[in-house]
T-cell receptor
Framework: KAGVTQTPRYLIKTRGQQVTLSCSPI?????VSWYQQTPGQGLQFLFE???????NKGNFPGRFSGRQFSNSRSEMNVSTLELGDSALYLC????????????FGPGTRLLVL | AQSVTQLDSQVPVFEEAPVELRCNYS??????LFWYVQYPNQGLQLLLK??????LVKGINGFEAEFNKSQTSFHLRKPSVHISDTAEYFC???????????FGSGTRLSIRP
C-alpha cells in the first residue's frame, strides 16, 4: 500500500496570506489527524477528522481549519498567516479498529516571511 | 490529561555501543504508548507500540522498549547502535479510545564513529 502523502512538500508564504495543505491517507484509512511541529513547541495536535466530521480539536486559534472529503483526503487551511505559523505540518492516518496507531506522511514545511 | 517527559534532549553514543532513551508519562486513564523516529527532513516513522500484553515490546531496526506501569516509564533501548540510527526519537501516549497523540519533546540521538 502507498503511504500517507502530503502536498506540497515545501511552501513559502508572506504574512497575511492564506494557505491550504493537502493530505491523502493510506488506502482504507478513514481517520486523518494533523499536527504542527516547531522547534519551540514541539509536536502539537491540531485536529482529527473521521468520515468527513471533525472529531477532535487541539488548542489552536480559529485561523486553523480543516476538512475531509468523502474519499478520506483531507485539507488544512490557515488564514491570515503569521510568522509563528512557520512549521512542519504533519498528517497522519489510522485504519479501522486501530485509531491509536497513526501513520505519518513526510510533512509540508511552511515558511512564512 | 496525559503528559510525556523525555528526560534527555540529546544522547551522544559511540557506534556499536548500547543506548537507552528515557521516557516517563503521566495519565489518569489507561494509555497506549509509542516510540516514533524522525530522520532529518522526514516525517515520523513508528518504531514500536505498547497496547497490552507483554511489557517488553520489540520494534523495527533492533529497538525494544519496556513498559513499567509502577514507574510510569517506557524506555527505549538498542543493544548496538549504528550510524544510520542518528535521528530524533519521540515518545508518545494516547488515551485508550482517543485519537489525539501527546508527544514528548524528543531526544536527539547522535552516533559517533
Amino acid at each position: 500500500k502507498a503511504g500517507v502523502t502530503q502536498t506540497p512538500r515545501y511552501l513559502i508564504k508572506t504574512r497575511g496570506q492564506q494557505v491550504t495543505l493537502s493530505c491523502s491517507p493510506i488506502s482504507g484509512h478513514r481517520s486523518v489527524s494533523w499536527y504542527q511541529q516547531t522547534p519551540g513547541q514541539g509536536l502539537q495536535f491540531l485536529f482529527e477528522y473521521f468520515s468527513e466530521t471533525q472529531r477532535n480539536k487541539g488548542n489552536f486559534p480559529g485561523r486553523f481549519s480543516g476538512r475531509q472529503f468523502s474519499n478520506s483526503r483531507s485539507e488544512m487551511n490557515v488564514s491570515t498567516l503569521e510568522l509563528g505559523d512557520s512549521a512542519l505540518y504533519l498528517c497522519a492516518s489510522s485504519g479501522p479498529g486501530q485509531i491509536e496507531t497513526q501513520y505519518f506522511g513526510p510533512g509540508t514545511r511552511l515558511l512564512v516571511l | 490529561a496525559q503528559s510525556v517527559t523525555q528526560l534527555d534532549s540529546q544522547v551522544p553514543v559511540f557506534e556499536e555501543a548500547p543506548v537507552e532513551l528515557r521516557c516517563n508519562y503521566s495519565s489518569s486513564v489507561s494509555v497506549y504508548l509509542f516510540w516514533y523516529v524522525q530522520y532529518p527532513n522526514q516525517g515520523l516513522q513508528l518504531l514500536l507500540k505498547y497496547l497490552s500484553g507483554s511489557t517488553l515490546v520489540k520494534g523495527i531496526n533492533g529497538f525494544e522498549a519496556e513498559f513499567n506501569k509502577s514507574q510510569t516509564s517506557f524506555h527505549l533501548r538498542k543493544p548496538s547502535v549504528h550510524i544510520s540510527d542518528t535521528a530524533e526519537y519521540f515518545c508518545a501516549v494516547i488515551a485508550v479510545g482517543a485519537s489525539k497523540i501527546i508527544f514528548g519533546s524528543g531526544t536527539r540521538l547522535s552516533i559517533r564513529p
